[in-house]
């Protein structure tokens, strides 16, 4: 790692003072005040401050910040810049609440020398952590040391108790080598006066507007609503008949635009309105009300499954007698019922799927483990099913043709590393991956997920009639994109009614 002996002198400006709690005013007229121009909220959590300065002897400016009849403290500081035309933005407003701010200015000649100069590091043993060392400042005022961290565009300030001359700093491992640092001692002085009147701005939290209520699954209703800049989340209230005003979900996640009502009756009659929410600590603070959406009234709140489930000749049947039969349908019916719902995209759903067989489903050898009824309806002592690779592949089959979904049986060749094996095929958005549930089910749900022939034969030592087998694809399904619908609302929704999460 390359220790520099130098920073360059416009972050020294910026840094020293970075946290100072108190400061001495210079002498009047010395050095200028600066000018203040203007506040103005930028978004829910954003107040903006511009100040102009005439001297082109300024080496940094201090940041002060007042509300709720406290008086002014340093928030931060900014360097100079050319035009003399500065701005600066506060980041850490509570919305709905008053801020007054004012500029003071450090001269370059009152700059104190401050540089303690760059130290060592010891890195922990297999971990992206090191301790910084410095030596201790002997001179007079001293305030706060400040560690100055820089990897690569990525810049962090660190503020440490005048007692101590060490620091634990951790990083990603992988950015060890361009992780540069340097320490620097801050003290007092030589600072101009402040407006004292300030400028003042406030900030509001934007309301949304929403759509009407849409059935989009069993029992459930999905609401959508316009962005609210930097909010925290949203909150989800209905009304159900004559009842009040009722919160009924909470959305965490500025982009996250929707939300379900998973306890609608039929023929009643339902209103909602949308917040958004800022959190700040421990404070919330929440938006004017949306509109409020029309009265609707379901007069069927029930989504049956595809028929492809009743089809006769599915391969998941194999094995089974009528009842069953009857009763993995019925399982199979339950699951979307309780899990799907029709905004979900075809991976979506997949995972939900495979998901589900993770959660209720155990690794069995007995007389039904072989079958789809193993793995969806018969249960053991701790209440799990059991299922071979043979059961989980035909459960998967049910449960994708609950949805919808065209699912096929895969069976190796006598070259296979495991002949005895089995797995699915599924056709996703006009192409069929394989997806092979047994060991994502007992090793992680996207172990063999969505795979090409080329790739689940390379890293399983399995291997199937290309011929028999010819729609598989020989691409993987898009990793991002399925790492998109994996950390997306819906997916998470699913998990956490199967407790997985």
């Known amino acids: 790692m390359k220790l520099y002996k130098k920073i360059s002198f416009l972050f020294t400006l910026v840094l020293i003072l970075v946290c100072f709690q108190t400061h001495a005013l210079a002498d009047e007229g010395v050095p200028e005040q600066p000018k203040l121009n203007w506040a103005k909220a930028v978004d829910a959590r954003s107040i903006q401050i511009s100040w102009t300065s005439s001297s082109d002897k300024d080496g940094m400016y201090l940041i ?14 900014a ?3 050319s035009s003399k035309k500065n701005q600066y933005t506060d980041s850490s407003v509570i919305p709905n609440q008053k801020y007054t701010y004012t500029v003071c200015s450090v001269p370059l000649e009152n700059m104190h020398d401050c540089f303690i100069g760059s130290r060592y590091c010891t890195w922990g043993e297999g971990q992206a952590q090191f301790t910084i060392r410095w030596d201790k400042y002997k001179g007079k ?11 690569g565009k990525t810049t962090d300030t660190l503020l440490v108790d005048p ?33 004292k009147q300030g400028v003042t701005a406030k900030t509001t ?10 059935l989009v ?7 959508t609503w316009t962005k609210s800049k930097r909010a925290t989340g949203y909150y989800i209230y209905r ?13 965490n996640g500025e982009k996250t635009l929707y939300g379900y009502d998973d306890s609608v009756k039929k023929g009643t009659s339902y209103q909602y309105k949308v917040k958004a929410f800022v959190k700040i600590g421990k404070k919330t603070v929440t938006s004017a009300d949306s509109n409020v959406t029309k009265k609707v009234k379901f007069s069927s709140i029930t989504k049956n499954p595809s028929k492809n489930l009743y089809k006769s000749g599915n391969p998941y049947m194999k094995g089974l007698s009528s009842k069953e039969i009857e009763a993995v349908q019925k399982t199979a019916k339950k699951f979307y019922q309780t899990y799907i719902t029709s905004d979900m995209s075809s991976v979506e759903k997949l995972i939900a799927a495979q998901a589900y067989l993770a959660a209720t489903c155990v690794y069995g050898t007995g007389n039904k483990s072989y079958t789809a009824w193993g793995a969806l309806v018969y249960k053991n002592k701790q209440g799990y099913h059991e299922a071979t690779c043979y059961g989980y592949s035909y459960a998967l089959q049910a449960l994708c043709a609950s949805m919808g979904l065209e699912c096929k049986i895969v069976r190796p060749d006598s070259k296979a590393y495991n002949p005895n094996h089995m797995w699915t095929t599924v056709k996703i958005q006009g192409n069929w991956y394989i997806v092979d ?17 080329k790739t689940y034969v390379l890293i399983t030592g399995e291997s199937y009639d290309t011929k028999v087998y010819s729609c598989i694809s020989k691409k993987d399904y898009p990793r991002t994109q399925l790492e998109k619908y994996a950390s997306g609302y819906k997916v998470y929704r699913v998990l956490k009614k199967m407790k997985l999460i």
């Open 64 to 77: 002060y910040r007042k509300s709720n009849g406290k008086p002014y403290s340093i928030i931060d500081a």
């Open 79 to 81: 360097p100079t810049v």
């Open 141 to 151: 005022h001293l305030i706060n040391y400040i560690c100055f961290v820089r990897n």
């Open 163 to 195: 007692q101590k001359t060490t620091l634990q700093y951790s990083l990603d491992e992988t950015d060890r080598e361009n992780c540069e640092f340097e320490v620097y001692a801050l003290t007092t002085g030589g600072w101009s006066s402040y407006d």
């Open 205 to 214: 939290i934007n309301s949304v507007s929403v759509k009407n209520p849409v």
């Open 217 to 223: 699954g069993n029992k459930t209703v999905k609401l």
């Open 239 to 251: 009304k159900a008949g004559s009842e009040k005003w009722k919160k009924i979900q909470t959305i």
């Open 437 to 453: 549930p047994q060991p994502n089910a007992n090793f992680g749900i996207y172990s063999y997920f969505l795979l090409s022939g």
